[in-house]
């Protein structure tokens, strides 16, 4: 599937739930959020239709996300159903980590093969302070599952944020030197629209490398798994990698090669795009996989050229990053 502008459209991000068992200070307010009723979200079974519908077209890889994806009951039915589906290639997960370790086994003999990590502190105290109520000990032993069930390249995401957590861009450096982890840093975005976000707490990638090659000897870039738009280095002398996420300072979207779908069943091309497409609103008047497939290539033919972030959230676009899926 060719959107207007070239790119292969392939990637599915497919959040299952906007609820989370955290409630980090730059994505959702401490009060949590309305919830929109059962009725109102995708069921499992409408998430494997469309998925399939997707494949038929073109879609090869799947990311389900949240909120925090593994508060879904039956997460693992959902992972085998998709795995079940001939084209789909590569299934793969987000999670904050507090409940995977206990769900990994279930989760990997369902068929899921990856898993990224959100960390955005290694201190206990810290990182419960950006969580407002996580267990750093618990994210530890998740990602350890996740490497002892091979279930590579596990990955790191850490959203840099300056007088934050940005004293810490060293020790996840040398995280990924002492671990075979891919830790990625992300420029800070204006996802959540709250009070937590300011323009001054962004820390570029440029200024986030600078920071780590004062230390470390960042070699060839190399070729991830599934990393999409980061750009990756290997460390010298290291076992894992480094990567570099550039979403604010040097936006990625030429080469972006993914659509979203939101748990309330909306078709989204962009992240940063008011434009939704109504896949449940389909599914509930009984269109045909024909029809619904005319939706995915409506939505492919919609997508914007670029994001325009660097702009704001605004105020106009009432769907925060935990509605729309991370």
Same mark, same amino acid.
């Given at each position: 599937?060719?959107?207007?502008?070239?790119?292969?459209?392939?990637?599915?991000?497919?959040?299952?739930?906007?609820?989370?068992?955290?409630?980090?200070?730059?994505?959702?307010?401490?009060?949590? /959020? +309305?919830? #929109?009723?059962?009725?109102?979200?995708? %069921? @499992?079974?409408?998430? !494997?239709? &469309?998925?399939?519908?997707? =494949?038929?077209?073109?879609?090869?890889?799947?990311?389900?996300?949240?909120?925090?994806?593994?508060?879904?009951?039956?997460?693992?039915?959902?992972?085998?159903? /998709? +795995?079940? #589906?001939?084209?789909?290639?590569?299934? %793969? @997960?987000?999670?904050? !980590?507090? &409940?995977?370790?206990?769900? =990994?086994?279930?989760?990997?003999?369902?068929?899921?093969?990856?898993?990224?990590?959100?960390?955005?502190?290694?201190?206990?105290?810290?990182?419960?302070?950006?969580?407002?109520?996580?267990?750093?000990?618990?994210?530890?032993?998740?990602?350890?599952?996740?490497?002892?069930?091979?279930?590579?390249?596990?990955?790191?995401?850490?959203?840099?944020?300056?007088?934050?957590?940005?004293?810490?861009?060293?020790?996840?450096?040398?995280?990924?030197?002492?671990?075979?982890?891919?830790?990625?840093?992300?420029?800070?975005?204006?996802?959540?629209?709250?009070?937590?976000?300011?323009?001054?707490?962004?820390?570029?990638?440029?200024?986030?490398?600078?920071?780590?090659?004062?230390?470390?000897?960042?070699?060839?870039?190399?070729?991830?798994?599934?990393?999409?738009?980061?750009?990756?280095?290997?460390?010298?002398?290291?076992?894992?990698?480094?990567?570099?996420?550039?979403?604010?300072?040097?936006?990625?979207?030429?080469?972006?090669?993914?659509?979203?779908?939101?748990?309330?069943?909306?078709?989204?091309?962009?992240?940063?795009?008011?434009?939704?497409?109504?896949?449940?609103?389909?599914?509930?008047?009984?269109?045909?996989?024909?029809?619904?497939?005319?939706?995915?290539?409506?939505?492919?033919?919609?997508?914007?050229?670029?994001?325009?972030?660097?702009?704001?959230?605004?105020?106009?676009?009432?769907?925060?990053?935990?509605?729309?899926?991370?």
């Amino acid at each position: 599937m060719f959107d207007n502008f070239a790119r292969n459209i392939e990637y599915l991000r497919v959040s299952v739930t906007n609820k989370c068992n955290l409630r980090c200070k730059y994505c959702m307010p401490e009060e949590g /959020i +309305a919830d #929109i009723g059962h009725e109102n979200i995708l %069921s @499992i079974e409408e998430i !494997g239709r &469309l998925v399939r519908i997707g =494949a038929r077209l073109g879609i090869r890889k799947v990311r389900l996300t949240g909120g925090e994806p593994l508060v879904r009951k039956n997460i693992a039915t959902l992972i085998a159903d /998709i +795995a079940a #589906i001939p084209k789909i290639s590569d299934i %793969s @997960i987000t999670t904050n !980590g507090m &409940l995977f370790a206990d769900m =990994a086994e279930d989760l990997k003999k369902a068929g899921l093969k990856r898993v990224n990590f959100s960390l955005d502190s290694l201190d206990p105290d810290r990182f419960k302070y950006i969580t407002s109520r996580g267990i750093l000990k618990n994210v530890i032993r998740s990602i350890s599952k996740a490497m002892e069930l091979d279930m590579g390249p596990v990955k790191i995401n850490m959203v840099v944020m300056k007088g934050a957590n940005d004293h810490e861009i060293l020790d996840f450096v040398e995280l990924a030197k002492k671990m075979p982890l891919n830790v990625r840093f992300i420029e800070f975005m204006p996802v959540g629209d709250l009070p937590f976000y300011k323009t001054d707490r962004v820390v570029t990638v440029h200024d986030i490398r600078k920071i780590i090659e004062q230390k470390y000897e960042l070699t060839k870039n190399v070729t991830i798994q599934g990393n999409g738009p980061a750009k990756s280095y290997q460390i010298r002398g290291g076992l894992g990698t480094i990567g570099f996420i550039s979403a604010m300072s040097d936006h990625f979207c030429g080469e972006c090669n993914r659509i979203r779908m939101t748990a309330d069943g909306k078709l989204r091309s962009c992240l940063f795009s008011n434009n939704e497409l109504n896949m449940k609103l389909a599914l509930k008047n009984n269109a045909s996989d024909d029809k619904i497939a005319e939706i995915f290539t409506k939505a492919i033919k919609e997508k914007p050229n670029r994001h325009h972030m660097n702009e704001g959230w605004g105020a106009d676009n009432k769907r925060k990053m935990y509605q729309i899926g991370g």
